[in-house]
């Protein structure tokens, strides 16, 4: 005995049998930014007011600058996941949920890697 009706058996429609691992990551990326964005958060208070030099000082240290990397990895990946249920529930047709599905991780991955870099670059001139 099954219970989805006889047009959804017939279409095919079920489960994605990949809600579940979307929906750990999310939340796992989420339990990691939290920490992430008050080291930054406490981070940008106490050198707010310092020279450039000052923060490029601060900003070379490999672990300052491993802790920026990461923040920004997670919260780019974090922003692409939510972007993609958003898309996968409101968007509607098919061809429009894809273009701005692709899009949309196509612009946070060109972001991110610009991101990386330039803390990269300042953590290691």
């Known amino acids: ?13 079920g489960t994605a049998k ?9 939340r ?12 930054f958060a ?4 106490r050198y707010s007011r310092v020279e450039h030099e000052v923060f490029q ?3 070379s240290n490999p672990y300052r600058a491993g802790a920026m990397v990461a923040l920004l990895a997670t919260a780019f990946y974090h922003a692409s996941l939510g972007m993609q ?4 529930d409101y968007v509607r047709p098919e061809g ?3 273009i701005a599905l692709l899009v949309t991780q196509f612009v ?8 990386i870099v330039a803390v990269l670059k300042i953590a290691l001139a």
């Open 85 to 88: 249920v958003i898309y996968e």
């Open 28 to 39: 796992v990326t989420s339990i990691i930014l939290v920490p992430l964005v008050l080291w």
């Open 96 to 98: 429009a949920k894809f």
């Open 108 to 115: 946070l991955f060109l972001l991110g890697a610009i991101s």
């Open 57 to 59: 000082h601060w900003l």
């Open 1 to 13: 005995m099954s219970i989805r009706t006889p047009l959804a058996h017939v279409r095919g429609l």
């Open 18 to 26: 990949d809600g579940t691992h979307h929906w750990w990551v999310q």
């Open 42 to 45: 406490f981070s940008m208070l």
